[in-house]
């Protein structure tokens, strides 16, 4: 049984990417999650047994209330296994409500933004600016297997700059 949740796309490519990644499959260098075919045809990703992600899943699943129709969304751009074995049974507990999606969706989110921070301190000259930060993004999603689009570039950039301030206010504190 698998459940679709709705991500931002450079979010589910990185999320696909990191399970993949940290359960030591190797992956083609083009690879690439495909968010865009439709729901039945996308990729299963799997949580990592004993991660964050997977206790706030388990513990988000509800029965799928009658009103609720079975079809994923239009939107849809994950696509996760159900853990088995965790005393909820997917063929009735297949259901994630709105707010437990978005408290996953934070989880990864926090995820990513610490991973890309971390690479970019490596990575990344602060004391020159412009072209080079844009080099440091796009080699950070080529390495992450995020599609190479205006949206992806922009978003990723965004949630840099995000995690820079909250760093550098906890610093002058």
């Not at 992600?53 to 513990?59: A, G, K």
């Amino acid at each position: 049984m698998t459940l679709f949740l709705t991500f931002p796309v450079y979010l589910a490519q990185w999320y696909a990417y990191e399970q993949h990644d940290l359960s030591g499959d190797l992956m083609p260098s083009d690879y690439r999650y495909d968010c865009s075919c439709p729901c039945q045809q996308m990729e299963i990703v799997e949580t990592r047994r004993g991660s964050v992600e997977r206790t706030v899943l388990i513990e988000g699943l509800r029965r799928r209330p009658r009103e609720t129709p079975p079809v994923p969304s239009a939107g849809a751009t994950l696509r996760i296994e159900i853990p088995w074995g965790t005393g909820k049974d997917p063929a009735r507990y297949n259901w994630l409500p709105p707010k437990e999606e978005y408290r996953l969706q934070n989880i990864v989110r926090m995820r990513f933004r610490k991973d890309l921070y971390m690479y970019m301190e490596r990575h990344y000259d602060a004391g020159r600016r412009g072209r080079e930060l844009q080099e440091c993004i796009e080699e950070y999603m080529r390495l992450h297997h995020i599609a190479d689009t205006d949206a992806n570039y922009e978003s990723v950039k965004q949630q840099y700059r995000r995690q820079r301030d909250v760093y550098r206010k906890s610093k002058c504190q």
